[in-house]
């Protein structure tokens, strides 16, 4: 949030020490080696991992609406920086090439209809799947990303499950779907993705470890961290 970002280290749990800190405003972050994403809303800000130095800042272009466009999901594969954003029912989906964090490059920025607006995203090699749509156009739509200035929607399936995702994460041939429920999908073929399993209640948050899946999910009493096996 607005305090920051704090660093914490965990090498001698259960016991955990502050270890740095950062005042720059923060909502959301991803990180990939020294590479840090920092979601600070209206803003993407990439930083050092390490030293939490700022890198360099890159504004969220206005949708068209009113309302600020804010960041709802992000992803780090590679060099390339996923984002999805959202001002109330318009969206924006952008890819960045941060293979020079200090001078980072937008190779792709597409404002998006209430009908195409993404909650959540995420990638694998050079697949980028999206959580997008709403009113009866609900879908999870998988995205070739080889060219990352031109991506190619090669598959998709719609479900009006996928209208509240807030997280997605691939495990090798599958893709976990935090909805209303929690969806796996089979995505050997990306052309071609179908449901395999679902696991009921609103998961919130996911997380993978090995062959563990942890899972935050609030729709019964007492919910709370979920850890399945896959």
Not at 53 to 71: C, D, N
Not at 96 to 124: C, G, K, M, N, R
């Amino acid at each position: 949030g607005e305090e920051g970002l704090e660093v914490w280290d965990l090498s001698a749990l259960p016991e955990v020490t502050p270890i740095g800190s950062s005042s720059t405003p923060t909502y959301d972050i991803v990180i990939n080696g020294e590479l840090l994403a920092i979601s600070a809303e209206t803003e993407l800000i990439l930083a050092n991992a390490e030293t939490l130095e700022v890198l360099s800042t890159i504004s969220i272009p206005s949708v068209g609406h009113s309302l600020a466009t804010t960041i709802s999901s992000m992803w780090v594969e590679g060099a390339m920086i996923f984002v999805a954003a959202n001002a109330l029912t318009d969206g924006l989906l952008m890819i960045v090439d941060a293979t020079d964090p200090s001078d980072p490059e937008v190779v792709y920025s597409q404002a998006l209809e209430h009908i195409d607006e993404p909650s959540a995203l995420a990638a694998s090699g050079e697949i980028l799947f999206v959580a997008q749509g709403w009113g009866g156009y609900e879908r999870l739509s998988l995205y070739d990303v080889s060219n990352p200035s031109d991506p190619v929607e090669i598959g998709r399936y719609m479900d009006e499950e996928l209208r509240l995702v807030r997280s997605i994460i691939p495990y090798r041939n599958h893709l976990f779907v935090a909805s209303r429920t929690l969806m796996v999908f089979d995505i050997s073929n990306p052309e071609n993705p179908q449901p395999v399993g679902e696991w009921e209640g609103l998961a919130l948050s996911l997380a993978v470890d090995g062959s563990l899946l942890y899972t935050v999910n609030s729709a019964r009493p007492n919910d709370g961290l979920n850890v399945l096996e896959v």
